[in-house]
Nanobody
Framework: QVQLVESGGDSVQAGGTLRLSCAAS????????MAWFRQVPGKEREGVAG????????YYADSVKGRFTISQDNAKNTVYLQMNSLKPEDSAMYYC????????????????????WGQGTQVTVSS
């Protein structure tokens, strides 16, 4: 059974930091794009960052470049999202997703390409 379990969401002040974690199990971790999406009510799900599990190529949305860092621990099948200099507009439900596809700075798949999703973790940034 495939599971993606997120943790780390919280309420913080603007300028603060958070680190989200996503522990994956139940499938072969290699050869996947592991990604973080976020969504606020009434808006489409937005791809925030992604990392290819074979080779470490990464993708970042323009809105988070220079502030967020995605990383992985292959030994633990875990992906992290370090979020620094948080802004109120970063407030959203953050979802971890896994897709058997490639991702990089030049290519990021649409949500339809991600077969597995976590339950989400809430991030709230107050001004």
């Amino acid at each position: 059974q495939v599971q993606l379990v997120e943790s780390g969401g919280d309420s913080v002040q603007a300028g603060g930091t958070l680190r989200l974690s996503c522990a994956a199990s139940g499938y072969t971790y290699i050869g996947y794009c592991m990604a973080w999406f976020r969504q606020v009510p009434g808006k489409e799900r937005e791809g925030v960052a992604g990392i290819y599990t074979t080779g470490d190529s990464t993708y970042y949305a323009d809105s988070v470049k220079g502030r967020f860092t995605i990383s992985q621990d292959n030994a633990k099948n875990t992906v992290y999202l370090q979020m620094n200099s948080l802004k109120p507009e970063d407030s959203a439900m953050y979802y971890c997703a896994a897709g058997h596809t490639y991702c990089s700075s030049g290519y990021f798949p649409t949500p339809a390409h991600f077969a597995y999703w976590g339950q989400g973790t809430q991030v709230t940034v107050s001004s």
